[in-house]
């Protein structure tokens, strides 16, 4: 089956000042994709995801997005964008209705009323519009700024870490709700440092000093990593857990709930680490395939901000 790409770049190359803050990506998106950008502050998400998307020119490289030329054709790609940021862009003291029209304006949207009142009654907030979105909770917000941005039907959603803030609840129906768009075909870009907005994209890439580390489907991820992971449960794990971090044989230990999970790439050392604890007899040790949650914090936990390699380096 060939997929069909939303995005496709080479050599993709971004220079500020004597930085080189994004060195030689190569990337494909497919359609209808969620595909997350990880890394540390500084590590060149953002500007990576701003070069596909023709909002800003890169130094080197070449590529298409949404089948126009990301250099060329720059001003017909932002037509076909949305982007969210963190800080929701709303106009606190601009009611419901009120901002959305104003984006709808900023499209030069025809048809503006019936638009705003069909985004209004998409989002369940009939009798509402005239409500100031100041006064809305973080979770409506929230919802109010995706639907502001996808107004206009783009084709491609950026979204810079955009559950920050809200609630747990109000964090599972807006994935619920990229799923739904993605499922339509919308592709979406989303530059994160949080897991559990990392664990719903489809693919992820990690980024560290401008370069693209990892690449890959989210469940090849820990594989691509080449991390093992045994699953580990029975007694005062808080105590065993400050053990097993104060000895420093095992690569990497977390508590979810009432398990802890001892995740390394030396799984050798990790299956003996196992034996000799198991001949304690006080705890289980369970081989388990690493996920997504171990790789990200594995991931995470080795990134220190990093902002862009010397030119000349
Ligand atoms: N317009 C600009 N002019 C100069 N330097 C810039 C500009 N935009 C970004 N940078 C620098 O480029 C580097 C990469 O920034 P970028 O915002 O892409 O990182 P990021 O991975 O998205 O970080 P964060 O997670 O903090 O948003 C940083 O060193 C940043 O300071």
Request: proline share 2%; net charge negative.
């Amino acid at each position: 089956m060939t997929r069909e790409l939303a995005i496709s770049v080479t050599g993709l190359t971004k220079i500020f000042g004597d930085r080189k803050v994004v060195d030689g990506f190569d990337m494909e998106v497919a359609k209808g994709t969620i595909y997350g950008f990880l890394g540390p502050n500084g590590s060149g998400k953002t500007t990576t995801i701003r070069m596909m998307c023709g909002l800003l020119t890169p130094d080197g490289g070449e590529g298409q997005c949404l089948g126009l030329d990301i250099i060329r054709d720059s001003r017909e790609i932002k037509k076909r964008v949305g982007y969210m940021t963190q800080k929701f862009s709303l106009y606190e003291d601009l009611t419901i209705a009120e901002n959305l029209d104003f984006v709808a304006r900023m499209f030069g949207m025809k048809n503006r009323k019936a638009i705003v009142a069909e985004a209004v009654r998409d989002l369940g907030l009939e009798g509402r519009a005239g409500q100031l979105a100041g006064t809305l909770s973080g979770g409506w917000k929230q919802r109010l700024a995706l639907a502001a941005c996808m107004i206009h039907n783009p084709d491609l959603l950026l979204l810079d870490e955009p559950t920050a803030g809200v609630d747990p609840k109000a964090r599972r129906d807006f994935w619920d709700e990229i799923r739904r768009l993605a499922a339509k075909g919308v592709t979406v870009l989303v530059s994160t440092h949080y897991m559990d907005e990392a664990v719903q994209c489809d693919h992820i890439a990690y980024i560290a000093y401008g370069k693209k580390l990892i690449d890959g489907a989210a469940n090849a991820i820990p594989g691509q990593i080449g991390l093992s992971t045994f699953v580990v449960t029975g007694p005062e794990l808080t105590a065993l857990e400050d053990r097993l971090e104060a000895e420093g044989a095992a690569g990497q230990v977390i508590r979810f709930g009432a398990e802890l999970h001892v995740s390394g790439t030396d799984r050798a050392a990790l299956v003996a680490l196992a034996e000799r604890e198991r001949a304690r007899g006080s705890h289980e040790w369970t081989e388990k395939r690493a996920g997504l949650e171990e790789a990200f914090i594995y991931l995470m936990a080795g990134a220190k901000d990093n902002f862009g390699a010397e030119v000349a380096g």
